[in-house]
């Protein structure tokens, strides 16, 4: 890419956001709001949820919807063992993937950031991580 494409404009100052797909949007919503305690506001057959920073996920429903097999969504946290506890408490649980060790928590602590993986009600992968 050369600096003259790069200095476009075209999408600077833009206000991007990603989105998920969901088989049930009842079922995400009262998993991003109440679990995760996430704002979220329904609009139609849609959700914005506002993450860190005001940044916003856009969840559709998609009937035939299959989840990814990657993580979709990251939220960095400062104390990952506080959050894991935290989200435990409210009923999530953490995924195990084979190849990776993880502690008793379901926390993977490696040589990049400490992550935990937990899905929402559609399977998507989410994850808490501390970045050292």
């Not at 190849?99 to 950031?113: A, L, M």
Request: aromatic residues 8%.
């Amino acid at each position: 890419m050369t600096d003259a494409n790069r200095d476009d404009g075209i999408l600077n100052g833009t206000r991007a956001y990603s989105g998920i797909a969901v088989d049930d949007l009842t079922a995400a919503k009262q998993f991003y709001e109440r679990t995760l305690a996430l704002t979220v506001i329904e609009e139609g057959d849609l959700l914005n949820v506002t993450i860190a920073g005001g940044a916003r996920v856009l969840i559709y429903p998609k009937p035939d919807h299959q989840p990814a097999t990657f993580t979709v969504l990251n939220f960095p946290v400062d104390d990952i063992d506080t959050a894991v506890d935290g989200l435990t408490a409210r009923g999530v649980r953490f995924k195990r993937f084979d190849g990776i060790e993880v502690d008793e928590k379901g926390i993977s602590r490696g040589d990049g950031p400490s992550i935990a993986w937990f899905t929402d009600p559609a399977g998507n992968v989410l994850s808490v991580l501390q970045e050292k």
